[in-house]
């Protein structure tokens, strides 16, 4: 109880003095705006006050922003914290946070339990289109301050079925490892495309890149499509920041999307796969991080290579990590990779991507 009112008090007394400012613009304060405040941290961080932008919106549309303004809490953060308050004069914006631990994956005993967790935390759900049934997974965002990202996750051909469950197995599971990543306060959707013969893609994997002139979308893939729109409607979505990774099969799954409906998507990162370099001019237009193994024999490494070429010469500024040596199975190599030279972190990079109206 005396914490609970030391910490009132100290908010009470920061906001007194913030009342004493000058306002910053004209008329009523309406309400106070925060930017770039972190969402996950690691216990004993404190809140970056200086990475703050704070902007002061008054009825009369001024939008000023503000230094003077009161930080709680602005000791070093502990697990029990879920929540940051930012006030300025009389207004108060609360966010809230998640404050943890990085995991110990020490053991493959500790791996397994860790992702058989996360697994769990996906729900188990399914969508009609048509005569047709479409099964997915679901990860619903830990930390809410308004409309949440949403990460469309492909997986490869090992993992097609009516299980409801194989689609988990490789790579989507590995971007939870820190406790820091962003992926646990997205939507994370994962369908699962139906047994053989049925493809996210109707080309051989073998022959590369393809024409989505000559190759119609697949009825799986219009499924996919059909529930990111209905996801895309959903205000609890932010729709700027919706993206896409897929892998193997998954990765021409990508490269479909983004060249069939790029305008949905903040960014792409298809591994190990293949598209259509005649898109290029489409999809130059999104941000893109493509990664392959120089060895791989299951996709050619040729057909990523020409895709990057072609994007480049219509003018995107598309990423591409070449992992040597590697064969097709980098798809957790790539959505681990940290970064090297001038390329980022893969999911660094990814959840900067934002789209802007045209």
């Known amino acids: 109880m ?9 908010l009470a007394m920061g906001f007194a003095l913030c009342a004493c400012a000058p306002a910053d613009g004209s008329g009523e304060l309406v309400s106070v705006e925060v930017e770039n405040l972190r969402v996950r941290y690691l216990e004993g961080e404190r809140v970056e006050r200086d990475a703050l932008d704070v902007y002061a919106l008054y009825a009369d549309g001024t939008r000023t922003k503000v230094t003077d303004f009161a930080l709680l809490p602005s000791r070093a953060l502990t697990e029990e914290d879920r929540e940051v308050r930012i006030g300025y004069r009389d207004k108060v914006a609360v966010k809230k946070i998640a404050v943890g631990r990085e995991p110990d994956l020490s053991t493959s005993a500790k791996r397994t339990a860790f992702d058989s967790a996360r697994k769990g935390e996906f729900s188990r759900e399914t969508a009609k289109f048509g005569s047709a049934e479409l099964s997915y997974r679901l990860r619903r965002p830990d930390t809410v301050n308004g409309p949440s990202p949403l990460v469309v996750f492909l997986h490869g051909s090992g993992e097609r079925g009516s299980d409801n469950d194989a689609q988990l197995k490789n790579c989507i599971l590995r971007a939870f490892d820190s406790f820091l990543s962003e992926m646990y306060d997205c939507f994370v959707l994962a369908p699962q495309c139906p047994a053989a013969p049925a493809q996210w893609v109707d080309t051989p994997w073998a022959a590369g890149n393809y024409s989505t002139s000559a190759v119609a979308e697949s009825e799986p893939l219009r499924a996919v499509w059909s529930l990111v729109e209905q996801f895309l409607n959903d205000p609890a979505v932010d729709s700027a920041r919706v993206y896409v990774i897929g892998l193997s099969m998954g990765g021409f799954g990508a490269w479909d999307l983004l060249a069939r409906h790029g305008e949905a998507f903040a960014a792409g990162m298809p591994i190990c796969g293949g598209g259509d370099p005649a898109a290029a001019a489409e999809l130059a237009k999104i941000p893109i991080y493509t990664f392959h193994g120089s060895a791989d024999k299951t996709v ?13 010469a219509a003018g995107g500024n598309i990423l591409y990590k070449e992992f040597a040596g590697m064969g097709h199975g980098i798809w957790d190599d790539a959505i681990s990779f940290d970064g090297e030279g001038s390329l980022p972190a893969a999911l660094g990079w990814l959840f900067s991507q934002r789209r802007t109206a045209e």
């Open 300 to 312: 050619p490494v040729g057909g990523t290579r020409e895709m990057v070429e072609a994007v480049r």
């Open 2 to 10: 005396k914490k609970v009112f030391g910490i009132l008090l100290a």
